[in-house]
């Protein structure tokens, strides 16, 4: 007897890549059973005229435990998040282990924000001697050991940060086979110049490199295509390197953030200034800056939501359409609560299924859902996920694909936490978690999830 069936249910297989009539056996909460023939169980979801999909995992984002950030994920389709990008936080693992939370956790180490803070690395603008390189080597290498998804280097927020550093820590990775995960130095045209960097450490340690958010850091006409362009090179070369994309044309950022330090306006060829810069928390929230209020609140409050309307919409195809660019939220970033921030946190999945798969027809449904589910799991090592099949865990995902939505809008636009639409059921180890777009109150199936990279 099963705990749970999804009968008729379209379920997207990998593998070919192909949509196949099948029915869905839960026990456990793993997968049981993957039948033609209608299933029995305790509890029954006739899946007809829906799409049945591997749970989507958020493995670029910033949810860290913040329940809010969860269920706007959650009702996205994301079953899994991984974050740690900023900061970690044992504490926090610790309690999900013990009480579980809604969505399966992981974490990445990250260089930037854990490692060098943790060995007495105060100043961003400051490269790491060699002593304390060899002190983060140890700590990286405990992390990994302990199941951290790989090393997250935020080079454009620690400027110092050496090609020494990076190396060394490449090794270790590459040791415990893990990636490198890296937010570039510089935005825009800048990126170009420092992409050269990210080759010559893929190539020279060997190290799997993933690089975050394309479509933030070079999405611009031009600058895109001669990015995608040298990673096709790198990889054709025998580099191990990958990419992801949100799916938006303005991203988001604190105003006192190094993104906005003086000539910010030159990275993205001086097409932009004050009034592209969108304030999306605090007293001005809505309102566009002007040159004196980008100075008053970049002095008095640095930690301001601004939203910097700066790329270009149809670089997000060009993206979409390379095989090893996945699509990420990077969900709340920031300090995040109702009316505030920016609208991939409650977007992009809906988004990405409904505008880029079903009314711009950019790619396949397939494709899409590989780049959210086993694409990642993969690329990162989720053991166990990605994929409906019997002995996987039962993270699943049930939409209309007719219908699925993204109504989350730029603060001033709209509320960028609104509820997407056509999602109907979201199950995670088993549980059901939102049933018709409603969270179900008190639901805590997640687990600490710990990197398997030779799944
Ligand atoms: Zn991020």
Redesign the pocket.
């Known amino acids: 007897m099963h705990d749970l069936v999804i009968n008729n249910a379209d379920v997207v297989l990998f593998n070919p890549h192909a949509v196949k009539k099948v029915n869905i056996g839960v026990r456990n909460g793993v997968i049981s059973q993957v039948s033609p023939e209608v299933l029995g169980g305790r509890q029954t979801i006739d899946a007809t005229g829906k799409v049945v999909s591997p749970g989507f995992i958020d493995f ?1 984002s ?1 949810v860290d435990g913040k329940v809010f950030s969860a269920e706007c994920v959650a009702r996205q389709g994301a079953t899994t998040t991984i974050g740690g ?1 900023r900061s970690f936080n044992g504490k926090l693992l610790k309690d999900i282990f013990k009480d579980g939370f809604l969505i399966n956790h992981g974490f990445y180490v990250s260089h930037s924000f854990t490692l060098r803070r943790a060995v007495g690395i105060k100043d961003p603008y400051l490269a790491a001697e060699t002593g304390s390189i060899k002190e983060m080597e140890v700590l990286a290498e405990q992390f990994l050991i302990n199941g951290a998804f790989g090393i997250h280097f935020g080079l454009e927020f620690v400027p110092g940060t050496s090609e020494a550093e990076i190396v060394s820590l490449a090794e270790v990775a590459k040791r415990h086979n893990r990636k490198l995960i890296v ?1 570039l130095r510089k935005d825009g045209e800048e990126a170009l110049n420092h992409f050269a960097e990210i080759e010559k450490i893929a190539s020279e340690t060997g190290v799997g490199v993933h690089i ?2 394309l479509m933030y850091m070079v999405g611009f006409k031009g600058v895109m295509e001669e990015v995608l362009r040298r990673i096709d090179e790198a990889r054709e070369k025998g580099q191990d390197i990958t990419a992801d994309t949100g799916l938006y044309a303005a991203f988001p950022s604190c105003i006192g953030s190094s993104i906005l330090d003086s000539k910010w306006q030159e990275a993205y060829g001086k097409r932009i200034s004050y009034d592209n810069v969108l304030i999306s928390s605090g007293i001005f929230s809505g309102q566009f800056c002007d040159e004196e209020i980008f100075h008053y609140l970049r002095s008095e409050f640095p930690n301001t939501l601004v939203t910097v309307f700066a790329c270009d919409e149809s670089e997000i195809v060009r993206a979409l359409k390379k095989e090893y660019v996945y699509v990420s939220t ?1 969900a709340a ?1 920031g300090p995040h609560y109702e009316n505030i921030g920016h609208p991939e946190t409650a977007g992009t999945f809906p988004r990405l299924l409904g505008t880029y798969v079903r009314d711009r027809k950019a790619i396949s449904l397939c494709d899409a859902i590989y780049k959210i589910s086993l694409g990642p799991a993969m690329r990162f090592g989720l053991k166990g996920k990605g994929i409906i099949s019997e002995g996987y865990d039962a993270d699943i995902v049930i939409f209309d694909k007719n219908n699925i939505k993204d109504t989350a809008d730029y603060v001033g636009f709209g509320n960028p936490n609104a509820k997407p639409t056509g999602i109907a059921t979201v199950i995670v180890n088993g549980e059901i978690i939102l049933k018709d777009n409603i969270i179900v109150s008190g639901a805590r199936p997640g687990r600490v999830i710990y990197s398997d990279p030779d799944t």
């Open positions: 670029h910033h990008e937010h975050s958010h990077n970033d």
